[in-house]
């Protein structure tokens, strides 16, 4: 079916705002649906988690809604939900957890193309232990992360491989089923970040091949809450440190402190968004999310297109990468202005794109890009339109006038 923009957009009550919202990959806007179910929650009675009071079993099933949730976006056992506050927090603790039982001579794998969320806490949690660590390489011009370097980092020594489904800096999807396949070889466990490949398309955690996978509601037009999902009996044989009285249940007892019932409520309502985007779609709501996910990919692959060949008309805008598959995600420089001036210019004329690392530290950090500034980044989300993305062309070319840099 052709995706319904006009009814798409009516959906995020931000947007009438006016602002060109080039900038999901730092957080989408959030749908009306999910403002609607955060607000009942305020304003309910609801207690903490007891099955003794309405109240108490109201954030029981808040909690029990969202696990199911996230388990049809994913593909996973509502049990093998952990929720928590953000993607980092999250793999901070699961690093914690597994790095416990590392030894020096172990080794762990993570990638330059990631976010460092799914870098920083491995290595730090390799270095407490005494472990190796071994870096995937990404190919600096198409921006690819070869598959076939994953047999010569893995060995049998080797925990654990961390790796992007989607990167947040270029848009690259590795091939991460056949990486999955190498870890599993030698017995490693597969931790995948999909905070950036969730929100454009179907996820399914055993395609993947993930033992681990974790996502940002706030990507994905929620409240800024996260997941990471696993088997439970994954969860089951890990012991995070916790609190004495706290659930030793899995997952709980990877959680930490008394949950934000409100936006866990605000997580469903994003699910039950997404699951909605193509209003033909029918089945459970696991095949409705594939429909209406694959409607929105189509929408925001379009757009993609019309965005990269009108950033490679113009001589002066320099892309980085050129991945085969890829999110719509897209890092640019325009010659003659340092990213931060362009996005500055874009931003004065109500165009919100990110400028900087964006946190892909080593991706810009190997490319010789990050002590000027790192880049531009131009993130499509389903809500996006082609005529924005004819807009944010013809600004650039008018940042480029202003600046007197011959961008056409
Ligand atoms: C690919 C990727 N991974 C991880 C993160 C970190 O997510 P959070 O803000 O939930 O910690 C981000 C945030 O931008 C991201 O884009």
Same mark, same amino acid.
Not at 271 to 300: I, K, M, N, S
Not at 319 to 340: D, H, K
């Given at each position: 079916m052709a995706f319904d923009i006009a009814r798409t957009r009516a959906a995020y009550? $931000?947007?009438?705002?006016?602002?060109?919202?080039? #900038?999901?990959?730092g957080g989408t806007q959030t749908a009306a649906g999910v403002i609607d179910a955060v607000t009942d929650v305020l304003r309910a009675a609801v207690g903490n988690r007891s099955a003794a009071f309405t109240p108490g079993r109201r954030s029981l099933e808040v909690v029990a809604a969202a696990r199911q949730a996230v388990a #049809?976006?994913?593909?996973?056992?509502p049990d093998g939900v952990v929720l928590g506050p953000s993607a980092t927090a999250l793999t901070y603790t699961l690093a914690r957890t597994l790095g416990a039982d590392w030894r020096p001579g172990d080794e762990v794998v993570v990638s330059r193309l990631d976010h460092d969320a799914n870098v920083r806490p491995w290595v730090q949690a390799a270095e407490a232990a005494g472990a190796t660590v071994r870096w995937a390489e990404f190919d600096r011009h198409t921006g690819e992360l070869p598959t076939g370097q994953y047999a010569d980092l893995v060995g049998e020594r080797t925990r654990l491989v961390a790796v992007t489904a989607g990167s947040n800096a270029i848009g690259t999807v590795p091939d991460v089923p056949a990486?999955?396949?190498?870890?599993?070889?030698?017995?490693?466990?597969?931790?995948?970040?999909?905070?950036?490949?969730?929100?454009?398309?179907?996820?399914? %955690?055993?395609?993947?091949?993930?033992?681990?996978?974790?996502?940002s509601a706030y990507k994905?037009?929620?409240?800024? %809450?996260?997941?990471?999902?696993?088997?439970?009996?994954?969860?089951?044989?890990?012991?995070?440190?916790? %609190?004495?009285?706290?659930? #030793?249940?899995?997952?709980d007892r990877f959680e930490y402190g008394t949950p934000s019932f409100a936006?866990?409520?605000?997580?469903?309502?994003?699910?039950?968004? %997404?699951?909605?985007?193509?209003p033909d779609a029918v089945g459970d709501r696991r095949a409705r999310l594939r429909a209406g996910l694959a409607a929105a990919q189509?929408?925001?692959?379009?757009?993609? #297109?019309?965005?990269?060949?009108?950033?490679? $008309?113009?001589?002066?805008?320099?892309?980085?990468?050129?991945?085969?598959?890829r999110c719509p995600?897209?890092?640019?420089?325009?010659?003659?202005?340092?990213?931060?001036?362009?996005?500055?210019?874009l931003g004065d004329a109500g165009f919100c794109l990110s400028s900087g690392d964006y946190y892909a530290y080593e991706y810009f950090q190997t490319m010789g890009l990050r002590d000027s500034?790192? $880049?531009?980044r131009a993130s499509i989300y389903h809500y996006n339109t082609a005529d924005e993305v004819d807009r944010l062309l013809a600004e650039l070319d008018a940042v480029a006038d202003r600046t007197g840099t011959m961008v056409r």
């Amino acid at each position: 079916m052709a995706f319904d923009i006009a009814r798409t957009r009516a959906a995020y009550p $931000a947007l009438t705002e006016g602002f060109v919202h080039f #900038d999901g990959a730092g957080g989408t806007q959030t749908a009306a649906g999910v403002i609607d179910a955060v607000t009942d929650v305020l304003r309910a009675a609801v207690g903490n988690r007891s099955a003794a009071f309405t109240p108490g079993r109201r954030s029981l099933e808040v909690v029990a809604a969202a696990r199911q949730a996230v388990a #049809d976006l994913l593909g996973a056992e509502p049990d093998g939900v952990v929720l928590g506050p953000s993607a980092t927090a999250l793999t901070y603790t699961l690093a914690r957890t597994l790095g416990a039982d590392w030894r020096p001579g172990d080794e762990v794998v993570v990638s330059r193309l990631d976010h460092d969320a799914n870098v920083r806490p491995w290595v730090q949690a390799a270095e407490a232990a005494g472990a190796t660590v071994r870096w995937a390489e990404f190919d600096r011009h198409t921006g690819e992360l070869p598959t076939g370097q994953y047999a010569d980092l893995v060995g049998e020594r080797t925990r654990l491989v961390a790796v992007t489904a989607g990167s947040n800096a270029i848009g690259t999807v590795p091939d991460v089923p056949a990486i999955a396949k190498a870890a599993h070889a030698v017995g490693a466990l597969v931790c995948v970040d999909g905070v950036h490949s969730v929100p454009h398309g179907p996820t399914d %955690l055993a395609s993947l091949g993930a033992d681990v996978l974790v996502t940002s509601a706030y990507k994905w037009s929620g409240p800024h %809450l996260a997941a990471m999902v696993a088997d439970p009996a994954r969860w089951a044989e890990l012991r995070p440190t916790k %609190l004495l009285p706290s659930s #030793d249940a899995v997952p709980d007892r990877f959680e930490y402190g008394t949950p934000s019932f409100a936006l866990l409520a605000g997580v469903t309502a994003a699910v039950d968004h %997404l699951a909605g985007l193509d209003p033909d779609a029918v089945g459970d709501r696991r095949a409705r999310l594939r429909a209406g996910l694959a409607a929105a990919q189509a929408h925001e692959e379009a757009l993609l #297109d019309r965005l990269l060949a009108g950033l490679a $008309a113009r001589p002066a805008v320099t892309i980085y990468g050129s991945p085969a598959r890829r999110c719509p995600t897209v890092s640019f420089r325009v010659a003659g202005t340092s990213p931060a001036a362009t996005q500055q210019a874009l931003g004065d004329a109500g165009f919100c794109l990110s400028s900087g690392d964006y946190y892909a530290y080593e991706y810009f950090q190997t490319m010789g890009l990050r002590d000027s500034g790192g $880049a531009v980044r131009a993130s499509i989300y389903h809500y996006n339109t082609a005529d924005e993305v004819d807009r944010l062309l013809a600004e650039l070319d008018a940042v480029a006038d202003r600046t007197g840099t011959m961008v056409r």
